[in-house]
T-cell receptor, first 111, second 112 residues
Framework: GIQVEQSPPDLILQEGANSTLRCNFS?????LQWFHQNPWGQLINLFY???GTKQNGRLSATTVATERYSLLYISSSQTTDSGVYFC?????????????FGTGTLLAVQP | AAGVIQSPRHLIKEKRETATLKCYPI?????VYWYQQGPGQDPQFLIS???????DKGSIPDRFSAQQFSDYHSELNMSSLELGDSALYFC???????????FGQGTRLTVV
């Protein structure tokens, strides 16, 4: 099956700092999403981005499908950004509905 | 906007008991996914349904079964519960294939 790796596994930032999270995947994809799992366990949709670049406030994401990676940028981080960031992908081709999660990046933003 | 509804939110069961988790997708969504997330782990894909038919199967134990009903809601049935089944169970829904999936708030199952 498709492999999804995220880096770094852990990240500690001071409030106001910027960061880049990376997601590498081993096969062509039809779907790529970024999620934030907050300390209460809720999975919050950040981006649906199988290719291209999107921005939403302090967050932006870029997926380079031909090179099989995606980046999530967090600018001017806030303590409320803390939590686990997951990317999840769906392999290209076939009649499938199987969103596979990466291993996640645990982000802690300190005041 | 309507979201994915899961019930119950919390469930405590004893070993060897059965449990049924329910998922109500976003209106007009025809695809449902089920995931299991253990402590400190990433969500693991269990099973998915598209238009009331099983679409894909992941690492779902034989003790678990699921189905999607005519109104598109889905149920995950878990029998002979083991301590290791304690986890957060998520349901997600999407419209069609390869489109954005939205997750419910999860059911936290504790097996004692």
């Amino acid at each position: 099956g498709i492999q999804v790796e995220q880096s770094p596994p852990d990240l500690i930032l001071q409030e106001g700092a910027n960061s880049t999270l990376r997601c590498n995947f081993s096969d062509s994809v039809n779907n790529l999403q970024w999620f934030h799992q907050n300390p209460w366990g809720q999975l919050i949709n950040l981006f649906y981005i199988p290719s291209g670049t999107k921005q939403n406030g302090r967050l932006s994401a870029t997926t380079v499908a031909t090179e099989r990676y995606s980046l999530l940028y967090i600018s001017s981080s806030q303590t409320t950004d803390s939590g686990v960031y997951f990317c999840a992908v769906e392999r290209h081709g076939g009649a499938t509905n199987k969103l596979i999660f990466g291993t996640g990046t645990l982000l802690a933003v300190q005041p | 906007a309507a979201g994915v509804i899961q019930s119950p939110r919390h469930l405590i069961k004893e070993k060897r008991e059965t449990a049924t988790l329910k998922c109500y997708p976003i209106p007009r969504h025809d695809t449902v996914y089920w995931y299991q997330q253990g402590p400190g782990q990433d969500p693991q894909f269990l099973i998915s349904f598209y238009e009331k038919m099983q679409s894909d199967k992941g690492s779902i134990p034989d003790r678990f079964s699921a189905q999607q009903f005519s109104d598109y809601h889905s149920e995950l049935n878990m029998s002979s519960l083991e301590l290791g089944d304690s986890a957060l169970y998520f349901c997600a829904s999407s419209s069609g294939r390869h489109t954005e999936a939205f997750f419910g708030q999860g059911t936290r199952l504790t097996v004692v």
